[in-house]
C-alpha cells in the first residue's frame, strides 16, 4: 500500500504534463467553446476517436516520408506544424508540433479548421467513418443533446428556453434521422427480415465495421469515383443505381437512396444477393469477422435478442454446462491481470492490452483471415503460423514458438502471451500493424494500470 500511494502521489504531481483523453461529449464542449460550429462537431469528435482515441499526446508511428502526426487530430509535421528536431517543414500552422500534444487543444482545433478549410475533410483518411449526411451532428444526438445541457451549466430563463427550442427541434426531426441500429436491435431486424441465425453474428460484425450501424452513411469516393451506400456500404457501381444518373450495373436492381432508408429490407435484400454471388470476402471488413462464428460461441447475443424466454432459458444451461470449452472474451482489466499473473511486466500491460483489443477484440478463439502467403494469424495476439507456432494441417511452419497453433486458441492464454513476448523481444512491438494505435507515452500506460489496479 505504502508503495501505491507514493506511485499515485508522483502521478498526481505529474498529472499537468500527462496528455488528457477527451470523449465524445467533453471534446464536443470544448470545441464548441473555441468557436467551431454545432453542425461540424459530430464529425470533428468522429475523426478525434479514429485517429487519436480522443488522446490529446499521441504521437503517430513514423509515415513512409519519415514525417510523424501529432496531438488528437494527427496532424503532420512535414505540412503543418514545425517538430522539435528543426527537420524541414512548410508549417502552415504556424506552431509547434509540441503544442499539438497539449491538453489546452486551441492550437489543435485552430490548425485543424486551417486544414478543413484547405484540403477539406479527406485531409484525414478516417474521414470515411464519419461522412454521414449534411446534418451529421444528429450523428451525435444523443450526446448533443448533454452537450446542450452542459453548455449552460448556470441556467437563466432565456438559457431554458433555448434550451426546450433545441429539444423540441430534436424531436421533431427525429423521425427523419438516419437510425443508428445496436448490434441485438439489427439481429431482431434482420431475423424478422428472413436472414438466417446462423448468420446474424457475421451480418451485425459488418455493420459494426461498414457503417458502425448506422443506415444513412453515404462512403467516401473510390478510386473508380463509386460509393457505398447504407448500412452494409453496398458499391453504386455494381448493386444500385445512383440518383445522379451515373452508369450502374445495379444488379440489386434498387435505387442507391433505398439503401439509405431507415427500413432496411432494401439494404439487407441486396446485401444477401451479394453474399450468394461473392461470398462475404466481398466486404473488405470481413476479416474482422471470420472467426467461424461458432454456433455456441456467439449463440448468447442472438438468445438474447430474439428467443423467448423458456427456451431461453434450457439454451443458456446448456451454455453453462458447456462453458468450459468455449472461447474466452476478456477485457482490458481481466486480460491486464491474467498478464500480470504470467510475469508482463506492469509497464507493458496497457500496449498489451491494446494490441488484443485491435487484433481480435479481446476474443481468445479467433483465426484470422488468409494472409497473401496463404498463412493465417491465431488467438488473442493473431500469431502467424507460417513463422511462429505449427498449423493442425502439417503444413511447414519456422515454429519459432516451438507451439502449436491451436494451443494459441485457448482460453489458458498462457502459451499465447509466452509466444507473444517472444515475438517482442525479437522484433519489437511493430511486429504488429496496430501497434500504431497502441504507441503511447509510458507514463499515460502507468496511469491506466493503475486505475486497472
Not at 450502374?248 to 427500413?263: F, I
Not at 496463404?374 to 505449427?390: A, E, H, L, R, T
Not at 497453433?405 to 496496430?434: E, F, Y
Request: glycine share 4%.
Amino acid at each position: 500500500m505504502k508503495f501505491l500511494v507514493v506511485v499515485l502521489a508522483t502521478l498526481a504531481l505529474a498529472a499537468p504534463a500527462l496528455a488528457t483523453t477527451y470523449n465524445r461529449c467533453s471534446l464536443a464542449k470544448a470545441m464548441y467553446n473555441l468557436g467551431v460550429p454545432k453542425d461540424q462537431l459530430a464529425r470533428w469528435t468522429c475523426i478525434a476517436e479514429h485517429e487519436s482515441s480522443y488522446r490529446t499526446g499521441v504521437v503517430g508511428p513514423t509515415n513512409s516520408n519519415g514525417s510523424n502526426d501529432y496531438g488528437i487530430f494527427q496532424i503532420n509535421n512535414y505540412y503543418w506544424c514545425q517538430p522539435s528536431n528543426g527537420r524541414f517543414s512548410y508549417n502552415e500552422c504556424k506552431v509547434s508540433c509540441d503544442a499539438l500534444l497539449s491538453d489546452n487543444i486551441s492550437d489543435s482545433v485552430t490548425c485543424a479548421r486551417k486544414i478543413l478549410s484547405q484540403q477539406g475533410w479527406s485531409a484525414w483518411s478516417t474521414w470515411k467513418y464519419c461522412n454521414v449526411s449534411k446534418i451529421c451532428y444528429i450523428y451525435c444526438a444523443k450526446c448533443y443533446t448533454i452537450i446542450t445541457v452542459l453548455l449552460f451549466e448556470n441556467f437563466n430563463i432565456s438559457n431554458m428556453k433555448f434550451l426546450i427550442v433545441v429539444l423540441a427541434a430534436l424531436a421533431l426531426a427525429a423521425p427523419t434521422l438516419a437510425t443508428t441500429y445496436n448490434r441485438c436491435s439489427l439481429a431482431k431486424a434482420m431475423y424478422n427480415l428472413g436472414v438466417p441465425k446462423d448468420q446474424l453474428a457475421r451480418w451485425t460484425c459488418i455493420a459494426e465495421h461498414e457503417s458502425s450501424y448506422r443506415t444513412g452513411v453515404v462512403g467516401p469516393t473510390n478510386s473508380n469515383g463509386s460509393n457505398d451506400y447504407g448500412i452494409f456500404q453496398i458499391n453504386n457501381y455494381y448493386w444500385c443505381q445512383p440518383s445522379n444518373g451515373r452508369f450502374s450495373y445495379n444488379e440489386c436492381k434498387v435505387s442507391c437512396d433505398a439503401l439509405l432508408s431507415d427500413n432496411i429490407s432494401a439494404s439487407v435484400t441486396c446485401a444477401r444477393k451479394i453474399l450468394s454471388q461473392q461470398g462475404w470476402s466481398a466486404w473488405s471488413t470481413w476479416k474482422y469477422c471470420n472467426d467461424d462464428f461458432k454456433p455456441l460461441s456467439q449463440f448468447n447475443f442472438r438468445l438474447l435478442c430474439i428467443i423467448k424466454m423458456k427456451f431461453l432459458i434450457v439454451v443458456l444451461a446448456a451454455l453453462a454446462l458447456a462453458a468450459p470449452a468455449l472461447a474466452t472474451t476478456y477485457n482490458r482489466c481481466s486480460l491486464a491481470k491474467a498478464m500480470y499473473n504470467l510475469g508482463v511486466p506492469k509497464d507493458q500491460l496497457a500496449r498489451w492490452t491494446c494490441i488484443a483489443e485491435h487484433e481480435s477484440s479481446y476474443r481468445t478463439g479467433v483465426v484470422g483471415p488468409t494472409n497473401s502467403n496463404g498463412s493465417n494469424d491465431y488467438g488473442i495476439f493473431q500469431i502467424n503460423n507460417y513463422y511462429w507456432c505449427q498449423p493442425s494441417n502439417g503444413r511447414f511452419s519456422y515454429n519459432e514458438c516451438k507451439v502449436s497453433c491451436d494451443a494459441l486458441l485457448s482460453d489458458n492464454i498462457s502459451a499465447s502471451v509466452t509466444c507473444a513476448r517472444k515475438i517482442l523481444s525479437q522484433q519489437g512491438w511493430s511486429a504488429w500493424s496496430t501497434w500504431k494505435y497502441c504507441n503511447v507515452d509510458k507514463t499515460v500506460q502507468a496511469q491506466q494500470i493503475l486505475q486497472y489496479k
